[in-house]
């Protein structure tokens, strides 16, 4: 069951992508995001509002941190996935979600001092150079021009600011069960987003029309890639481990490859077969082999 829950987890995130790259033309990116997340909070709110006031006097110790994840997660790294697929592909957007591990490990290095081998150095090499090859159309030369997709960017940014909250979750209040972190971040983020969604809606977005697509689209990101997403993803995590639970986010960019194909009609091109294989193997060096190694090491 753990896997099957793994596996509609990473594709409900998939699906998010490329409904997301869908509806740019419909629903500004912000106004997206805070939508989302509003409506994810109005359906956890009757379970959530008594761990609320039972939890009261640990959220306002922990306020500092549990803001700054909340900004991390919630509005800067949907945001910023949603910025980008207004000018990138779903398919380049789900193939550069791969990443997080290794961002992971570039943080870590730099920023908590961890000890890094040669070996997953050559890991890191390698996936960013798919990554170059991804945002360049697998052309080197843009870089000297400076020709690389923006939207790409705004995918990278949103990686980083991911990487960066997935390091400081070792602060979080141990004191809080997971349901109650959870709900706390989502009202947070959307309470962070909200200045930003109303200054995007009246200066900058279209007209939204409220038809199924959109409505649809809202209700879909609430409920799948957010709310059921983090169920099924705690359940995995608690069956599997979170070392053979992290390996199923590398599903993304083949379930990404197929729906963007399908229900968005982008093609798909050997530079995005080049860069996902380099993705891999950078990540197989710089993350699995080091699993792998302290497994035969205890």
Request: a positive charge; aromatic letters at 14%.
């Amino acid at each position: 069951m753990a896997y099957l829950l793994l596996s509609l987890t990473t594709l409900f995130w998939a699906g998010n992508f490329v409904l997301g790259r869908s509806m740019h033309l419909v629903i500004s990116p912000i106004v997206m995001a805070e939508l989302r997340w509003l409506l994810a909070l109005l359906i956890i709110s009757p379970f959530l509002l008594p761990k609320l006031k039972k939890n009261k006097a640990i959220i306002l110790q922990y306020w500092p941190v549990l803001t700054l994840l909340s900004v991390l997660s919630v509005a800067c790294f949907n945001t910023f996935i949603y910025l980008g697929l207004t000018i990138t592909t779903a398919t380049n957007a789900t193939i550069l979600q791969s990443v997080i591990p290794i961002a992971i490990l570039i943080l870590s290095a730099f920023w908590l001092k961890e000890t890094v081998s040669k070996q997953q150095w050559l890991g890191v090499f390698i996936s960013l150079s798919g990554v170059l090859i991804l945002i360049t159309k697998g052309d080197l030369s843009s870089l000297l021009e400076f020709t690389i997709n923006q939207g790409d960017i705004y995918v990278l940014i949103a990686v980083i600011f991911w990487a960066t909250y997935s390091i400081l979750l070792r602060y979080r209040p141990a004191e809080l069960d997971g349901f109650t972190f959870f709900g706390v971040t989502v009202l947070v983020g959307s309470i962070a987003l909200l200045p930003f969604a109303l200054i995007e809606y009246h200066y900058y977005s279209p007209v939204i029309v409220w038809q199924n697509s959109s409505l649809l689209t809202i209700l879909y990101m609430a409920i799948f890639p957010s709310i059921l997403a983090y169920v099924f993803w705690n359940k995995g995590v608690s069956e599997l481990g979170a070392a053979k639970a992290g390996l199923f986010i590398h599903l993304m960019p083949c379930y990404g490859l197929v729906l963007s194909s399908f229900f968005l009609d982008e093609e798909i091109y050997l530079f995005h077969i080049g860069g996902i294989l380099l993705i891999f193997c950078g990540i197989y060096l710089a993350v699995f082999t080091k699993i792998a190694f302290a497994k035969t090491s205890t």
